[in-house]
């Protein structure tokens, strides 16, 4: 193991964090004496990993750290690096604004609010359905899957029955390095067939949602390509969905990990808005390094000199608990003032689905204290099942009781 | 010429910064403000302002002070 205190490039990925509720313990070693630091990715190629949230922010809003140039490095092996190079995420402005533009305004706060009552109703639903069945009950399959997946396709225009389809296409295109690259290039293909068909659909026959008004962006304004136009709606599709349904897991199982917290949300359900930014900070949804930059132009950072050219990773995760921002940063405190987290990302990439998040979390969260008082998971820690390889935890089954 | 603002339901995303960082930078609080008003038409503009995730954004004609539509 590359030793911490000498200049030898650090091995990407680093090797798992011990608890699940807690980033590795290495990441606040790095940003306490080396933050920016040298990395060597599998193939042997090198870069930089930044974890200092001030250096983490820079290197996400500054357009001199390209997602472009990014695009086709070794550092882009994962599945979602792969779905990035041909989507919005893997372009830098202007490009990227041409089509941000197009779905960011179904996205706003204000539209958001918009969608709260469908949400709660829906919330009601799943989770009257669940009160009634025998327990253990599985979450996921009952609750936190369901609840995005029928958000998004609602948004979106795709027909919910259709989740057994495409989830098993979005897992495959979710994982990490360790899958094959042919394989996920062919859930890729499989996932864009199935949109090419919807939008023939679509076209055929228009509705009231995002998928149409983005065929009409295309068909009317000529602004975007049709694949622009498929990569944009499989992206908001498994982008809408994977990471709301395990965040909702993870901010469960972060709560009951710290009782007096869930305790104190049970007794103030009105600290439910600023306790869900706070769970964004500190939950471990992911433990990865994001997507790489590349600089267009040599960047000092943390007074270290990045190369022109250099791919740079950032741990959204170290940034999160860095003490100079946010005090006592490895406690979870619900009531704490919390500002500008980067559990969305920021700059031009900040999470577009962030708002639709945030009040998914929110509902999730209230519903499951009001239907499920007294929830508890129910199998021991180590008997939880994340699937393999994937760049979120992803849970197979939650059993819960209460 | 354009009137650029924006207003105090930034919440520093970054988004505009990011994508239109001659028009807008964070400023020490971490919310957004426009480096320079008014300025010359520029469609940077109306794409950070379109993007912005709280419709924070107002781009108005500086002569007449009737709002742009992005």
């Known amino acids: 193991m590359t030793s911490l205190d000498d200049t030898t490039a650090l091995a990407l990925p680093l090797p798992p964090a011990p608890s699940i509720y807690h ?30 949230y001030a250096d983490v922010r820079q290197v996400l809003i500054d357009p001199r750290f390209s997602r472009a140039a990014a695009a086709s490095t070794s550092a882009s092996d994962t599945g979602l690096a792969m ?3 041909d989507s919005i995420l893997g372009m830098d402005p202007p490009e990227h604004t041409r089509l941000r533009r197009l779905v960011a305004g179904a996205f706003t706060a ?9 949400v709660r109703a829906l919330v009601e639903a799943l989770l009257t359905d669940v009160a009634a069945r025998p327990r253990p009950v599985d979450l996921v399959e009952h609750f936190s899957l369901p609840l995005p997946v029928r958000v998004i396709c609602e948004l979106l225009g795709v027909p919910p029955e259709d989740q057994h389809v495409f989830h098993a296409w979005s897992d495959t295109i979710l994982s990490d390095a360790g899958a094959d690259p042919a394989e996920i290039r062919a859930a890729m293909g499989k996932l864009g067939a199935y949109f090419g068909k919807l939008i023939a659909d679509k076209r055929a026959t228009p509705a009231d949602d995002l998928m149409t008004a983005l065929i009409a962006a295309r068909d009317d304004q000529d602004r975007l390509t049709e694949q622009e136009l498929v990569n944009l709606c499989f992206g908001l599709l498994i982008a809408g969905h994977e990471t709301t349904a395990n965040q909702i897991n993870m901010f469960l199982l972060t709560l009951l990990h710290f009782p007096e917290e869930y305790q104190r949300l049970a007794e103030s359900p009105e600290l439910i808005p600023q306790a869900v930014e ?28 990045i190369p022109a050219g250099s791919v740079v990773m950032t741990s959204m995760v170290a940034a999160n608990r860095d003490e100079s921002v946010f005090v006592d940063a490895d406690r979870l405190d619900l009531t704490r003032e919390i500002t500008q987290h980067l559990g969305f990302g920021a700059g031009a990439h900040h999470c577009l689905g962030a708002q639709l998040a945030r009040l998914e979390l929110q509902e999730a969260l209230r519903g499951l204290l009001r239907h499920l008082p007294g929830l508890r998971i129910a199998v021991p820690d180590s008997e939880l099942r994340f699937k393999t390889g994937m760049i979120v935890r992803s849970l197979h089954a939650l059993p819960v009781t209460w | 010429m354009w009137n650029v603002e924006v207003s105090s339901e930034c919440i520093g995303s970054g988004v505009c910064a990011g994508s239109a960082p001659r028009h807008f930078a964070l400023g020490a609080d971490g919310r957004s403000r426009p480096l320079a008003t008014p300025v010359d038409p520029d469609d940077a503009v109306l794409g950070a302002a379109a993007s912005c995730p709280m419709e924070a954004i107002g781009v108005s004609d500086a002569g007449t002070g009737v709002p742009v539509p992005f």
């Open chain 1, 278 to 305: 706070e769970l964004m900070r500190f939950v471990q949804l992911g433990e990865g390094s994001g997507l790489p930059r590349v600089t267009t132009e040599a960047v000092e950072l943390s007074g270290v000199t």
């Open chain 1, 110 to 118: 204000r539209r958001v609010e918009e969608l709260r009552p469908t």
């Open chain 1, 83 to 85: 779905v990035a190079t």
């Open chain 1, 23 to 52: 980033p590795t313990p290495r990441l606040a070693e790095l940003r306490a004496n080396r933050p920016v630091a040298e990395v060597a990715f599998k193939d042997g190629s090198t870069g930089f990993l930044v974890t200092r």
